[in-house]
């Protein structure tokens, strides 16, 4: 059953908003910028499908719910990671490799 691999779709899909919202926008002005609150928007409505799907197998009897667990575990991970990667690299301080 490989019903739980369809989350994968939503790791890719995940980071995409934000990233084409962060090229277009300039991070000069200090108000509140409309598409980049729509990419955090639109982010954060792809990682909350990413946790219902498995959810919704499970209560549609499609896949086990230790699977459900399972895969609710490798989300938490996953969407860790992502974030942690763009608090890392996703400011503009500056910040290359090269300094090490």
């Known amino acids: 059953q490989y ?7 939503f790791y890719i899909l995940s980071p995409i908003p934000y ?3 962060r090229r277009l926008v ?4 200090a108000t509140s910028n409309a598409c980049k609150e729509l990419a955090i928007f639109l982010t954060t409505g792809i990682v909350v499908s ?5 959810i919704v197998f ?5 896949i086990y719910w230790g699977a ?7 989300n938490t991970v996953i969407f860790a990671t992502i974030l942690g990667f763009f608090l890392v690299f996703g400011s ?6 090269q300094q090490w």
Do not use: H, K, Q, Y
């Open 92 to 97: 503009n301080d500056d910040f290359s490799w």
């Open 68 to 74: 459900c667990a399972l895969v609710l575990t490798g």
């Open 50 to 54: 990413a946790f219902g799907l498995p």
């Open 19 to 21: 990233c084409i919202a």
């Open 58 to 62: 499970a209560r549609a009897e499609l």
């Open 3 to 9: 019903w739980p691999l369809f989350v994968l779709f």
């Open 26 to 29: 300039d991070d000069t002005d």
